[in-house]
């Protein structure tokens, strides 16, 4: 079996444990935690850095962090990506300079078809013939793919052929976007992306620790990156408030009762006396 193979059947693997359907995926953020239970988060990171996987051996926690990007398509793929190392197992040290690893390119496949799966892409398109640009435009707003992975499922699928294929690779959702008449959409989908993320195990932690009143309002807006006042007022609003913890009191009859031993004082005022 082939690296692309093994992709493949992964991802639909995935869709089937999870009962995903063929349909397009949506917060696949939320989608990630929920079905594998690892923390994921969304983070300032440099210009060259998209994704990344860690694990905790000791504990077997996986976290996958992703970099807030005015590219949606681009941070959809790479999640689709750090999942793949997660089910795969892969806790590698990382790709060599040059030269693309198997895991990696076995986590490409992966993130590719559970993004644009075949059977779901059959189902939008039909028995289409004669595809256009308009065609690939639709392909890539209902799947939330950048155009590269859109016209590798259409080839994939028989729907392109390789030529067409190499020529719609070039494209840029923003064009594609601009052209067909949803730049509004898109330009909500790089807000969404452009924005930092904490995984939502710890930030429930956190609130629930603010509810309990052993974490402040600050500790939470940390998480957020945003204001202490914002987030004071949506939890205000969402009816959450710390718990006043009344300091427990006991009647004199309930304190226990102390025996003193005065004996040595009384030696030693004997001896003072003597000395005298």
């Known amino acids: 079996m082939t690296l692309e193979q093994e992709g493949e059947r992964a991802a639909a693997t995935f869709r089937e444990e999870h009962r995903l359907g063929e349909q397009p995926l949506g ?33 077997g926690v996986a976290f996958i962090g992703v970099a807030r990007t005015r590219n949606p398509m681009r941070q959809r793929s790479t999640l689709a990506h750090e999942l793949a190392h997660v089910v795969f197992g892969d806790w590698t040290e990382g790709e060599s300079l040059g030269e693309r690893s ?5 986590a490409d496949a992966f993130a590719r078809h559970l993004l644009v799966p075949g059977k779901g892409l059959r189902l939008f398109l039909g028995r289409r013939v004669g595809l256009t ?39 840029s959702t ?25 995984p939502q195990r710890l930030l429930t932690r956190a609130i629930a620790g603010f509810s309990e009143g052993i974490a402040t309002v600050q500790a939470v ?41 005065l004996s040595d004082l009384d030696d030693e005022e004997k ?6």
């Not at 079905?35 to 300032?44: E, K, P, R, S």
Request: charged share 25%; net charge negative; hydrophobic share 45%.
């Open 27 to 59: 917060d696949l953020v939320a989608l990630i935690e929920q079905a594998t239970g690892c923390d994921v988060a969304v983070l300032d990171a440099g210009p060259d850095e998209h994704g990344l996987t860690m694990r905790d051996p000791v504990r």
């Open 102 to 106: 198997s895991e990696e390119i076995r």
């Open 133 to 171: 640009e308009a065609d690939l435009s639709a392909v890539v707003q209902r799947f939330l793919v950048s155009p590269a992975i859109a016209a590798i499922a259409l080839c994939d699928s028989g729907y392109v052929d390789a030529v067409t294929k190499q020529e719609w690779m070039r494209f």
């Open 174 to 198: 923003p064009r594609l976007a601009t052209r067909f008449g949803w730049t509004d959409q898109y330009q909500s989908l790089q807000n969404d992306a452009d924005r930092t993320r904490a």
């Open 221 to 261: 807006a940390t998480l957020r990156g945003i204001s202490a006042q914002a987030v004071a007022d949506e939890l205000a609003e969402a009816g959450v408030a710390p718990k006043e913890h009344e300091p427990s009191w006991m009647a004199a009859s309930e304190l226990p009762q102390v025996v003193v031993d």
């Open 271 to 276: 001896i003072e006396g003597a000395d005298e």
